[in-house]
């Protein structure tokens, strides 16, 4: 299973939601990417969550985009069906 949200938020709302992702990512170790904001861009922020579960694997992203305060989230759920 595999679902992807877009949102464009306020500039409060957003500003909100990347300091608790980037709290988030730094919490739990997780892999992410920055990329400082340059003349003709803002900058961007890239978090990688994967967790395993007994019998899945869950796959999180979240891509923040300061120039649009756009915030882009995917999720994947990947099922293990063991054999009888």
Do not use: C, W
């Not at 877009?6 to 988030?24: G, P, S, V």
């Not at 904001?37 to 007994?54: F, M």
């Not at 796959?59 to 009888?84: C, P, W, Y």
Request: aromatic fraction near 6%.
């Amino acid at each position: 299973m595999i679902s992807t949200q877009e949102e464009q938020l306020t500039q409060t709302l957003y500003d909100a939601t990347k300091h608790e992702i980037a709290n988030y990512a730094g919490k739990r170790e997780l892999m992410t990417a920055e990329i400082p904001s340059k003349d003709e861009t803002g900058a961007t922020l890239s978090v990688l969550d994967i967790e395993r579960r007994s019998h899945e694997l869950l796959v999180q992203s979240f891509h923040l985009f300061d120039e649009n305060q756009m915030v882009i989230k995917t999720q994947a759920i990947f099922e293990v069906i063991r054999g009888g």
